[in-house]
């Protein structure tokens, strides 16, 4: 559903990002895919490496699917990164109106 940025060009393993943030269970997600045209490249930048950022479309096959604001980088600037994405079902998140409050359930 969406990758790690870092705001340096020397990075670290991330790995280490990853005790900070929560998975999905894959019941709760649906496969999307990405938009036709990158967000940002850094096509004609002095970066050593090439970089572009894709965004989710959330047209998909399964119609329970959330649009989403996910972003992924890839290490390339003409294509998008080289897997399947994961986009949110609306029926794994629980919409409220104003003023309505959620119980927190007991884990």
Not at 39 to 46: F, K, L, Q, R, S
């Amino acid at each position: 559903m969406g990758n790690f940025f870092y705001d340096a060009n020397d990075v670290s393993d991330p790995d280490d990002l990853y005790y900070e943030h929560m998975c999905l269970r894959s019941d709760l997600v649906a496969d999307c895919s990405f938009n036709d045209l990158s967000v940002w490249t850094d096509e004609g930048g002095t970066a050593l490496k090439d970089c572009s950022v894709w965004n989710l479309n959330h047209t998909s096959a399964d119609t329970d699917v959330l649009f989403t604001d996910f972003l992924y980088a890839n290490n390339d600037h003409d294509n998008p990164p080289n897997l399947v994405p994961k986009c949110i079902k609306e029926s794994a998140v629980l919409m409220l109106r104003g003023g309505e409050k959620c119980q927190a359930p007991n884990i």
